[in-house]
């Protein structure tokens, strides 16, 4: 089992950034094959993969983007604090959202949410233009 928990949502104005942090808790992060993954949801639309990183096994550290955001965020680790990080720059309307992130259970690192079967509670990223 995985507990996520994130935090740093905010309102910005378009080109600002914003730095979200994803708290996990439970089995451990670096447990082989494990990957947290960031996705969003705006109203109205479906819950889309933004990207995501594998916290343990022999491609921990390896990073994945939605073409999307490719260039303005980027997703982090630090497994002492178990944390997953997304830094996001240039930030624009469109990438207002939920933010949630999630956990797999082993395996492929998926971008299809229903793969992951942990997930945080969401945060709100509203930018302004």
């Known amino acids: 089992q995985v507990q996520l928990a994130e935090s740093g949502g905010g309102s910005v104005q378009a080109g600002g950034s914003l730095r979200l942090s994803c708290s996990v808790s439970g089995d451990p992060i670096n447990a082989d094959n494990r990957c947290v993954g960031w996705f969003r949801q705006a109203p109205g639309k479906v819950r889309e993969w933004v990207a995501r990183?594998?916290?343990?096994?022999?491609?921990?550290?390896?990073?994945y983007y939605a073409d999307s955001v490719k260039g303005r965020f980027t997703i982090s680790q630090d497994i002492d604090k178990k944390t997953v990080e997304l830094q996001m720059y240039s930030l624009k309307p469109e990438d207002t959202a939920m933010y949630y992130c999630a956990a797999n259970s082993g395996g492929f690192c998926s971008t299809i949410s229903s793969r992951f079967p942990y997930w945080g509670q969401g945060t709100q990223v509203t930018v302004s233009s």
């Open positions: 990183i594998y916290t343990g096994g022999g491609s921990s550290g390896i990073q």
